[in-house]
Every structure is written in C-alpha cells, then in structure tokens.
C-alpha cells in the first residue's frame, strides 16, 4: 500500500466548473501536505501548503486537511482550461523529502 | 535562467550504456533532490544532498545508481549499465531552506530529463 493514494483519473470537466481532487494518506504523523500542479513535459510547482487540519485558501484554489479521516483535498472555482493538468497531493514526512501521490490528470473543456 | 536547469532534456540509450544527467540548481539553494517519475506516475524520492553532503539515498533502486554534488551547485545523476526499466522522466529540484513545506522551503522542479533506453 503506498503512503499517500490518490485517483489517477482523467478528470474532464467543463470550464466553470468546480473541481474536486481528494488523496488519502497512511501514516497518522504525517503534518505537512502539498499540492503540486504538473503541466505535459514539466515539472512539479507547488499550489499550496497546509500544515495539520483546516482549510487554505488561495483565490480560487482551497486545500482541506481532514485528520480524522486521513483525507487530503483542492477544490477548484471556476476552472478554467489553463487549469489543465496534473495535480499531485504530497507530504513532507519532515525528514527532507517529498513524497508524492500518483497525481490525478485534469481536464478543462471549454 | 532564473529556473532549475536539466540537461539532457532528452537521452536515448542502448541497454548496458552508462549515461550521466546534469542539474544546474537556483543559484544559493541548499538542498537539492532527485526523483524519477515514470510514465503516469508520481515522482518518487531518489536522493537529497544538502549542499554537498549526500544526507539520504534511500530511494536509489540499485547500486548502478549514483549522484554526486562536489562542490554544492551542480549535481549530476549517473546510471551504469542501464536497463529498459530504467526510462522514466528524471527531475531534479532545489530548495532555499531546510523545511520544505514552508514558503523558503519550496521545491523548485526542473523540466526533468526524459531517458529512454532501448
């Protein structure tokens, strides 16, 4: 089983929508979670951060913790098709790596 | 650039051929890591150098792996006698700061270098 799991996907919404990208984790330590959006032939850049449980927003993206069920989420406003691409969830175990979901693969039709 | 860079960008290898991928981290970065992402995957963790000092290579699947940070810049990833299992996309990222989920600690990928071996 690996630490952190997430839906592959594809996901193909339609633009305007609200998107909802959820991972599940194992290890009850872990404190620090990311998401990371991946474009085609790109690397990784980080979305946001969140330290234990509650909610970060930031325009229109919202990360949630949920401790108790182990249950990582991004919610989406308004997508719109530059939003297109791969979205990793991720931990930092606090021993100096990162350790990333499958990434779910996101579609934004206009 | 400002960015990470990778070079090659992209390596067609014979099995057996030994092969050496570059980073060029942001400049005054500390940390450095390599992982390697196969197709329809996650990165997964291969090896972390805080400037030069190799601090964790618990992800390097085999001895014919191996990465090098002599001076505490550029890194190179070296694979010997490379196998077909061996092709995946190689990124290399960077951060300022030990705490990575952190605005300082945040890792800077680059574009990866996309080996292939035939």
């Known amino acids: ?77 308004d997508s719109q098709p530059s939003d297109s691409a791969t979205y990793l969830c991720a931990y930092d175990g606090g021993y100096q790596k990162v350790t990333f979901g499958t990434g779910t693969k996101l579609q934004v039709i206009p | 650039g400002a960015g990470v860079s990778q070079s090659p960008r992209y390596k067609v290898a014979k099995r057996g051929q030994d092969v050496a991928l570059r980073c060029d981290p942001i400049s005054g970065h500390v940390s450095l890591f390599w992982y390697q992402q196969a197709l329809g995957q996650g990165p997964e963790f291969l090896t972390y150098f805080q400037n030069e000092a190799q601090l964790d290579k618990s992800g390097l699947p085999s001895d014919r792996f191996f990465a090098e940070r002599p001076e505490g810049s550029v890194s190179t990833l070296k694979i010997q006698r490379t196998q077909q299992e061996d092709s995946a996309v190689y990124l290399c990222a960077s951060s300022l700061a030990r705490r990575l989920a952190s605005k300082t600690g945040e890792l800077f990928f680059g574009e990866g270098s996309r080996l292939t071996v035939l």
Do not use: H
């Open chain 1, 1 to 77: 089983q690996k630490e952190v799991e997430q839906d592959p996907g594809p996901l193909s919404v339609p633009e305007g929508a609200i998107v909802s990208l959820n991972c599940t984790y194992s290890n009850s330590a872990f404190q620090y979670f990311m998401w990371y959006r991946q474009y085609s032939r790109k690397g990784p850049e980080l979305l946001m951060y969140t330290y234990s449980s509650g909610n970060k927003e930031d325009g229109r993206f919202t990360a949630q913790v949920d401790k108790s069920s182990k249950y990582i989420s991004l919610f989406i406003r």
